[in-house]
């Protein structure tokens, strides 16, 4: 993981948590995994998404940048 920071948003803002209204994340990539790609052994084809975790409470916030 990334160290904690604030996000800013494309429009400028700053990224809030939903649940607790942090504003410090933790950022990492994770695979979306399909079923298809998965039983094909082809799992490194799929997507990554963006992935911010909140440092206060935990929640993670996904993104498909």
């Known amino acids: 993981m990334n160290e904690a920071t604030t996000v800013t948003l494309p429009h400028g803002q700053?990224?809030?948590c939903d649940t607790c209204q942090?504003?410090?994340?933790?950022?990492r990539q994770w695979k979306l995994q399909t079923t298809g790609m998965t039983f094909m052994g082809l799992d490194w084809?799929?997507?990554?998404?963006?992935c911010f975790v909140c440092a206060t409470c935990r929640r993670i916030h996904w993104f498909h940048l």
């Open 22 to 27: 942090g504003e410090i994340f933790e950022s």
């Open 45 to 50: 084809a799929n997507r990554d998404a963006t």
């Open 14 to 16: 700053n990224l809030r």
